[in-house]
């Protein structure tokens, strides 16, 4: 049986986020069949299966189990260096250094100006003293004092909030994304389509 990020069995999400998934591709797929026979005339027959959309939303792992014929061990909450889930003073933050580029602009947002400045070639020479670096000093402030730092150094980068900070934040609500809906249980809030 394949293994979870952590190396010890399938995790269950805490909803169903392969629906969804497919669901939104199937829209997509509608909507350039539609785009299409708009300028052909013709129609589309779709064809989609979820096992592919996991695939996809496996996207690394899946490629590199292609390719190579065994997926990646385990990597916890870290792909690689600097592209994962790191501690604050307070919280987390996610790192998306997928190529060099990014894994420069993070340095910049955190200070280390000196890392930022390397060739591609001499910073993935250095990449594991560096994700030490930049692990070090993202314990000096917290998740939203980063995540203004990452926004204002255009980093791929951002901190982490719970679904809490994320209700308190007030985004949803400004966005119509809930909905109070009656039900035998009393008044339940609901999202709404995005």
């Not at 497919?22 to 589309?44: D, I, N, P």
């Not at 779709?46 to 990597?75: C, F």
């Not at 250094?97 to 070639?121: E, M, Q, S």
């Not at 119509?176 to 035998?184: A, M, P, R, Y």
Request: aromatic letters at 6%; glycine letters at 10%; a negative charge.
């Amino acid at each position: 049986m394949a293994n979870n990020i952590r190396g010890d069995g399938p995790i269950r999400t805490g909803g169903p986020v392969l629906d969804y998934a497919t669901g939104m591709q199937a829209a997509s797929a509608v909507l350039a069949a539609l785009l299409l026979k708009a300028r052909t005339g013709e129609g589309q027959f779709i064809d989609l299966a979820m096992q592919d959309v996991a695939m996809l939303l496996l996207n690394r792992n899946t490629s590199i189990a292609a390719s190579t014929g065994a997926p990646p061990a385990p990597a916890g909450n870290r792909e690689a260096p600097l592209l994962g889930r790191y501690e604050t003073q307070d919280g987390y933050v996610m790192l998306a250094g997928y190529f060099p580029d990014h894994c420069r602009g993070i340095c910049k947002a955190v200070g280390l100006n000196d890392y930022a400045a390397l060739t591609a070639k001499a910073f993935m020479t250095d990449i594991l003293a560096i994700e030490q670096a930049v692990a070090a000093r993202l314990l000096i402030k917290t998740s939203d004092e980063w995540d203004v730092l990452f926004a204002q150094a255009n980093a791929v980068a951002g901190g982490v909030q719970s679904l809490e900070q994320t209700l308190a934040g007030g985004q949803p609500t400004a966005r119509g994304l809930l909905q109070q809906v009656e039900t035998k249980a009393g008044p339940q809030q609901v999202t709404t389509a995005g």
